[in-house]
């Protein structure tokens, strides 16, 4: 596991069902300067999750990412410009 800083524009974003605690959860796909598309999803009960909405999409922002073999969890999020 690892902590990456990725900037990109947010191409989709995708509600997830509730967690066991009823706060929400998402999916974001980020496309990256170079055209690769990252699928970050966010934590369980997690603050960040409350940032996050429909109106992100196309923006570019700059996401602190964990990262591990099987997942890409949004730690942070930040817009630019």
């Known amino acids: 596991m690892n902590i990456q800083t ?12 509730n967690s066991y605690n009823g706060n929400p959860n ?17 934590l369980n009960d997690s603050m960040i999750n409350y940032v996050i ?3 992100l999409e196309g923006d570019l922002v ?3 990412v964990k990262v591990n073999r099987k997942s890409n969890k949004l730690l ?5 410009g």
């Open 26 to 42: 998402y999916k974001l796909t980020l496309e990256t300067d170079n055209g690769v598309m990252i699928p970050v999803s966010t």
């Open 76 to 80: 942070d999020i930040q817009r630019e």
């Open 62 to 64: 700059t996401l602190k």
């Open 53 to 55: 909405s429909g109106n």
């Open 6 to 17: 990725i900037t990109g524009v947010i191409r989709n974003v995708k509600r997830l069902v």
